[in-house]
């Protein structure tokens, strides 16, 4: 299945598989360090229900929100974990949504990873083997 996502006209992510990883999503045009790939709203999951969520598929789609949860829609919650991402999430409470935001050149047709622990930088193990 390809998704595509339009950008003043344009063509400028997909929805492809990602070798060893599943569905990854793909730049179609070049971002600069500090460009915001995506602008996700995001669904919020109240800490009541986080229990009931762990113990389905959408355990692997959401971000922590603070005591809560919360599904980024759009591309949102398809990036796919690097140790190495080249791009970086951010909560944006005041609006409910998530940005995502390039921490280097990307070059068209690049993977857009993202650290799930949050920091670029930190390297807290994840519950699946990382294929870099």
Same mark, same amino acid.
């Given at each position: 299945?390809?998704?595509?996502?339009?950008?003043?006209?344009?063509? /400028?992510?997909?929805? %492809?598989?990602?070798?060893?990883?599943?569905?990854? $999503?793909?730049?179609?045009?070049?971002?600069?360090?500090?460009?915001?790939?995506?602008?996700?709203? $995001?669904?919020?999951?109240? %800490?009541? #229900?986080?229990? !009931?969520?762990? /113990?389905?598929?959408? /355990? #692997?789609?959401? @971000?922590?929100?603070?005591?809560?949860? !919360? /599904?980024?829609?759009?591309?949102?919650?398809?990036?796919?974990?690097?140790? %190495?991402?080249? !791009?970086? @999430?951010?909560?944006?409470?005041? #609006?409910?949504?998530?940005?995502?935001?390039?921490?280097?050149?990307?070059?068209?047709?690049?993977?857009?990873?993202?650290?799930? %622990?949050?920091?670029? #930088?930190?390297?807290?193990?994840?519950?699946?083997? $990382?294929?870099?």
């Amino acid at each position: 299945m390809l998704i595509l996502r339009k950008g003043r006209g344009l063509r /400028v992510l997909e929805v %492809k598989q990602s070798p060893g990883k599943g569905r990854g $999503v793909f730049t179609l045009k070049p971002y600069r360090k500090g460009d915001i790939i995506e602008k996700a709203p $995001v669904i919020i999951i109240p %800490k009541s #229900d986080l229990r !009931a969520i762990m /113990v389905t598929v959408m /355990v #692997d789609y959401f @971000f922590q929100w603070g005591r809560e949860g !919360a /599904v980024a829609l759009g591309y949102g919650s398809l990036f796919n974990h690097s140790y %190495k991402p080249n !791009a970086e @999430f951010i909560l944006k409470r005041e #609006d409910t949504c998530i940005h995502f935001r390039a921490l280097r050149n990307i070059a068209p047709g690049e993977e857009v990873t993202i650290n799930y %622990k949050g920091k670029p #930088d930190r390297k807290l193990p994840v519950p699946f083997e $990382v294929v870099e």
